[in-house]
C-alpha cells in the first residue's frame, strides 16, 4: 500500500500505468483512488495526497482523516481543492485538534458550530480556543444548548469553562433539566459540582431520582439517595427500575423506603417478564393479586404455589 505509506515514487508510477495506487491492481478507479487518498491524507503524506488530486481524487475523501489526526497542511491543501470547510471544522473540533481549528476559524469556519463540536468531543483546549475566539453558548436544537452537552459529555472541565464564559443551565417544562441529564449519564462528577456550587437538583419532566432509575445509574441513585432524595414521594422511580430490569437499584430504593405495594411496579416487573425482580418485590410484601392482566396475576400467582419460579420462563410471551 505505497500510498498508506508515503510512498511518492511507487505511488506516481502506479497511477502513470493506470494501476490502483492501494492494491497495485488494474485498472485504476475512482474507488481505489479514494482509498489510497484517505489512507494518504490519515498517515500525514503530503506529497502522495498531491499526486492523488492531481490524478481526480475528490478532496473530501481524504480531508476527514486528515483533520482527525491534525495534519493542518493537508486539511489546508485539500480545502483548496475543493474541500468542504463545514464538515472538516465539525471533524477537527470534535477531534480537539486546537492548531487545526484555529486555522480553520482563520479561514472563516462557523466559530459557534466549531464550540458545540468542541464541547461534545470534550477537548478543553479547543473549548478556550474557541471562546477566546468569540465563540458563544448557543442553543443547539431550539431547546438544548452547550453547557447540556458538556453535562451530557461529562467533562467538567469543559462545563466550567463554558459557566464562566456566561454560559447557563437550560431549564424548561419540556425538556430534563442539568441534574436529570447528569443522572441519565451517570456522571456523578457533574452531581457533585452542582452540589458545591450550592445548586438545587432540577427536576425538569421527570425527578432526577427517577431518570436514573430508568437508565440504570445505580451510583447516581445511590447519591440522590445519600443526600436527602426520597423513592417514597414519588413511586416512579421504582416503576422505571422494576421496568428496565435494574434488580440492584430495585433493591436499594425498598431499602431506602420506596413502598413495595407499588401496584404499578409489580404490574411492570410482570409485564416485563422480571422474575428476580418480581421475586424481590414479592419478597419485600408486594401482592401479586395487584396485576391486573388476569392471565398474567394467575402465572405470578401459580409460580408462588408450585414454589418455583415467581414468572414462568414463557410470562414474556404475554
Not at 440522590?224 to 422494576?242: F, K, Q
Amino acid at each position: 500500500m505505497p500510498a498508506k505509506h508515503g510512498d511518492a515514487a511507487l505511488t506516481s508510477l502506479l497511477l502513470n500505468s493506470g494501476r490502483d495506487a492501494t492494491t497495485g491492481a488494474w485498472p485504476v478507479d475512482d474507488f481505489g483512488i479514494s482509498i489510497a487518498l484517505h489512507q494518504a491524507a490519515m498517515h500525514g503524506h503530503q506529497a502522495v495526497v498531491k499526486l492523488l488530486l492531481d490524478a481526480g481524487a475528490h478532496p473530501n475523501e481524504g480531508i476527514y482523516s486528515a483533520a482527525a489526526n491534525g495534519h493542518v497542511e493537508i486539511v489546508e491543501m485539500l480545502l483548496d481543492a475543493g474541500g468542504d470547510l463545514v464538515s472538516v471544522v465539525e471533524e477537527a473540533s470534535a477531534s480537539n485538534q486546537a492548531d487545526l481549528v484555529l486555522a480553520l476559524i482563520n479561514r472563516g469556519g462557523d466559530v459557534d458550530l466549531a464550540l458545540e463540536r468542541a464541547v461534545g468531543g470534550g477537548g478543553k483546549e479547543t473549548v478556550q480556543l474557541l471562546l477566546d475566539e468569540g465563540a458563544t453558548c448557543h442553543q443547539i436544537d431550539g431547546c438544548h444548548n452547550c453547557v447540556d452537552a458538556a453535562i451530557v459529555s461529562g467533562n467538567v472541565d469543559v462545563l466550567e469553562l463554558l459557566l464562566a464564559a456566561g454560559g447557563k443551565l437550560h431549564i424548561c417544562d419540556y425538556c430534563d433539566g442539568p441534574t436529570a441529564i447528569a443522572a441519565q449519564h451517570g456522571h456523578v462528577n457533574m452531581l457533585k459540582l452542582f452540589l458545591d456550587r450550592g445548586w438545587a437538583i432540577i427536576h425538569g419532566r421527570l425527578g432526577t431520582l427517577d431518570v436514573a432509575s430508568i437508565y440504570g445509574q445505580t451510583e447516581m441513585v445511590k447519591m440522590l439517595l445519600s443526600i436527602g432524595a426520597s423513592p417514597a414521594e414519588d413511586g416512579l422511580c421504582l416503576v422505571a427500575a422494576a421496568g428496565a430490569d435494574s434488580l440492584d437499584i430495585v433493591r436499594v430504593l425498598l431499602q431506602a423506603g420506596a413502598d413495595p405495594h407499588n401496584a404499578e411496579a409489580i404490574q411492570e416487573a410482570a409485564r416485563c417478564g422480571h422474575t428476580e425482580i418480581l421475586q424481590a418485590l414479592v419478597e419485600a410484601g408486594a401482592d401479586p393479586r395487584m396485576i391486573e392482566d388476569p392471565a398474567l396475576r394467575q402465572l405470578v400467582l401459580s409460580g408462588i404455589e408450585t414454589g418455583g419460579a415467581v414468572v414462568p420462563n414463557d410470562c414474556k410471551l404475554l
